[in-house]
């Protein structure tokens, strides 16, 4: 059964897609089955997979299709995504006066959790409707956090806004790490930053940084991740450090407790 991991941040900018499209493709060329689920209306994460489809998880959302019939292939081994379109900036319109609007998603992944080992989703900048389907639906959340003036802004609302999720939807959701991202090393702020965000939330900041990359910047308008556009070039690197770290923890987590079907995590918000 999946690891469902919602990556989320209401903040425009932060490398949220980045962070999404990249650390799933890290898990999928180490070998895992991996899920990516794009439910941004600007679907970034579909475009920088090169993914244009008919079908897209707006129509699973509106019970228009099955899941497995939007599911796409793509061009990365073990790597699958459900598509975004711009009918998802609607959903929460259209869905407004449905009962249990908020398990939508949770649901639809019912249907395709037991075919993978990692289920990404990346939200959109925003704590409307599609993120609170996003976070009722996981397990665990990842907080892509930008190393630059005022980074700790909003970010109260946002696990405010995980913990009502928690108390009225989740009970089992959990906070799995904050991502300092778009890190500038020649910067003394970049390093002020990391120093502020470890005092606050000290383990709970996941040991791997994400460096302000310009190929990162460039992969996504060829339609690729990092790791078919530059390989070796120091975002690859530290995705797929992250990837390795990520799995250490569940790793942890996995031998602390006996699974069920709501996986635990070692981290509180």
């Not at 489809?53 to 990365?76: E, G």
Request: hydrophobic share 40%; proline share 4%.
């Amino acid at each position: 059964m999946a690891w469902i991991i919602s990556v989320t941040n209401q903040k425009g900018g932060v490398g949220k897609t980045t962070t999404a499209l990249n650390l799933s493709s890290a898990l999928a060329l180490k070998g895992k089955k991996v899920l990516l689920v794009d439910l941004d209306p600007q679907r970034s994460a579909s475009s920088g997979l090169g993914i244009c489809s008919q079908k897209d998880i707006y129509m699973a959302l509106m019970n228009q299709c099955p899941l497995k019939k939007v599911i796409c292939s793509s061009s990365i081994n073990d790597l699958d995504i459900a598509p975004a379109s711009s009918h998802l900036a609607g959903a929460e319109i259209d869905l407004v006066n449905e009962e249990n609007r908020e398990f939508f998603l949770k649901n639809k992944l019912g249907e395709v959790k037991n075919d993978y080992e990692f289920i990404i989703i990346d939200t959109p900048p925003s704590l409307g409707f599609l993120t609170l389907n996003a976070l009722t639906a996981s397990h665990v959340f990842i907080v892509p956090l930008q190393c630059e003036y005022y980074a700790l802004e909003g970010l109260s609302r946002l696990l405010g806004t995980a913990k009502e999720v928690k108390k009225r939807w989740n009970p089992s959701l959990k906070l799995q790490g904050i991502l300092l991202t778009l890190f500038e090393a020649r910067n003394s702020l970049s390093y002020r930053v990391e120093q502020e965000v470890r005092r606050h939330f000290g383990k709970q900041v996941f040991r791997t940084i994400i460096p302000r990359n310009v190929r990162l910047s460039e992969a996504p308008s060829f339609g690729k991740t990092i790791f078919q556009y530059e390989p070796h070039c120091l975002g690859a690197m530290a995705y797929e450090q992250l990837a390795g770290e990520l799995q250490q923890q569940i790793s942890g987590q996995e031998k602390a407790f006996s699974l069920s079907s709501e996986r635990p995590s070692a981290h509180v918000f």
